[in-house]
């Protein structure tokens, strides 16, 4: 069974604050890992990917990558209250099967 | 460029109704996917195609869901006999070819079942 976890939150950051969002995922065959985010009663929009071990940063974001921990994070510097909103983390396994495995999201607040 | 539409946006009906949805994909992307997202979950993977061909479908499609993409551009998601379990946000995501590549999400089809 692959399985996502993510705390569900809510998780409140003062705005301007560093906000970081974890996951940890059972398959340890998972070779690329997505962050979506989600607005209430809108569809995930992806923010950020991530295949290779490390860091990886686009703008405000960081993605990091440990596979050897089967952990992904996403930081989000300098947070801003547009920001604040669902974060879904996803995995995707090799072998042929091409549906990504989510978590049920992150809630998070970022408090003006 | 633009990006995966979904139509409808909003459906309801009745217990024991067939309902079909509509879903175009970014133009040069020839994988398409189809998940169901429930409140406060995770979107659910249910099926997805390369052109037109059906390459995988997950145990939660139930017999009563069928899925087409004929000409390998647009897809149709069926559910025949709907139940009140079903209802749920229907998303649809579109990518280029390859394995674990970027999954890029339309606006969704909201299905409410009375």
């Known amino acids: 069974q692959k399985e996502v976890e993510q705390n569900s939150g809510p998780l409140s950051v003062p705005e301007g604050a560093i906000a970081s969002l974890n996951c940890t995922y059972s398959?340890?065959?998972?070779?690329?890992f997505f962050w979506y985010r989600q607005y209430s009663g809108k569809s995930p929009e992806l923010i950020m990917f991530i295949y290779s071990n490390g860091d990886k940063e686009d703008g405000r974001f960081t993605a990091q990558l440990n596979k050897a921990s089967q952990y992904v994070s996403l930081l989000i510097r300098d947070s801003q209250p547009s920001d604040s909103a669902t974060y879904l983390c996803a995995a995707h396994s090799g072998g042929g099967a091409d549906g990504l495995t989510f978590g049920k999201g992150t809630h998070l607040i970022i408090q003006p | 460029d633009t990006g995966v539409s979904q139509d409808p946006r909003h459906k309801i009906t009745k217990r024991g109704q067939n309902v079909t949805f509509r879903c175009d994909p970014i133009?040069?992307?020839?994988?398409l996917y189809w998940y169901r997202q429930t409140l406060g979950q995770g979107p659910e993977f249910l099926t997805y195609?390369?052109?037109?061909?059906?390459?995988?479908k997950s145990r939660l499609l139930s017999d009563r869901f069928s899925a087409e993409r004929p000409k390998g551009s647009f897809s149709t998601l069926e559910i025949q006999r709907t139940e009140q379990g079903d209802s749920a946000m229907y998303l649809c995501a579109s990518s280029r070819t390859g394995l674990g590549l970027e999954q890029y999400f339309g606006p969704g089809t909201r299905l409410t079942v009375t």
């Open positions: 133009s040069e992307h020839n994988r």
């Open positions: 195609f390369q052109n037109e061909a059906q390459l995988e």
């Open positions: 398959d340890r065959g998972s070779q690329s």
